[in-house]
């Protein structure tokens, strides 16, 4: 079975500077998704990127952007400009698309990262 | 979120009691998932369903059951509640299964309180 570990339970922002969250997984498949999401105070669930596994090219949404590091097993979120209302709770998660396999399918999610931004 | 209803928001209830969550969606997607949010452990798949009447367990499924009927309800039931089941549950929907990608679409959340 697929594990996604985020091992930063907190992290905090000045506003307007950048910040990473950190993501590792661990699997043997070779296609797979990756998401980040957000979920603010409200407790919905925002999908804020995803990086298909076969890409080389480093996914990118405005503000947000993810470094995909394959062979590391490695999927960072990088915010810039950091803004208050990017404060939230962060999710990493991985979904298998190998057709074969007992995982394909589902969403497989780390423990969550909380980021403060700080005025 | 638009298209996704969870009932109720909120529920307290007495250890032992059964207990009913509803999931609603006017999306027509064939794929309705349940998760629980608990810290330190993110969210952690409960069942899913792969079409009406078509159910599996996920990796937290002990005490806990579903039924789909309709395309559009998927029910989440603790037959007898306990402290442990104290968490926030998620449902969630999607159109595809694996092959395109897609990240799912959640609704917004029940939270359960057992006493």
């Known amino acids: 079975a697929q594990t996604v570990t985020q091992s930063q339970p907190e992290m905090s922002v000045q506003e307007a500077e950048t910040v990473t969250l950190s993501c590792t997984y661990d699997?043997?498949?070779?296609?797979?998704?990756l998401f980040w999401y957000k979920q603010p105070p409200s407790r919905q669930m925002i999908l804020v990127i995803r990086?298909?596994?076969?890409?080389?090219q480093n996914a990118t949404e405005n503000r947000f952007s993810v470094n995909f590091q394959k062979a590391a097993k490695s999927f960072s979120l990088k915010i810039s400009d950091s803004q208050l209302g990017d404060a939230a709770m962060y999710f990493c998660a991985y979904r298998s698309a190998n057709a074969g396999g007992t995982s394909y399918g589902k969403l497989t999610f780390g423990q969550g990262t909380i980021l403060t931004v700080h005025p | 979120d638009a298209g996704i209803t969870q009932s109720p928001r909120h529920k307290v209830t007495e250890t032992g009691t059964p207990v009913t969550l509803r999931c609603h969606q006017t999306?027509?997607?064939?794929?309705m998932y349940w998760y629980r949010q608990d810290p330190g452990h993110g969210l952690r798949l409960i069942h899913y369903?792969?079409?009406?009447?078509?159910?599996d367990k996920g990796e937290v499924s002990d005490g806990y059951s579903v039924s789909r009927s309709k395309t559009e309800d998927f029910l989440l039931t603790l037959e007898s509640a306990t402290s442990s089941q104290t968490s926030v549950y998620f449902c969630?929907?999607?159109?595809?299964?694996?092959?395109?990608?897609?990240?799912?679409?959640f609704g917004s959340g029940t939270r359960l309180t057992v006493v």
């Open positions: 969630a929907i999607s159109e595809s299964w694996g092959d395109a990608g897609d990240g799912y679409t």
């Open positions: 699997t043997s498949e070779s296609d797979y998704y």
């Open positions: 990086q298909e596994a076969y890409k080389q």
């Open positions: 369903s792969y079409g009406v009447k078509d159910t």
């Open positions: 999306e027509n997607h064939r794929y």
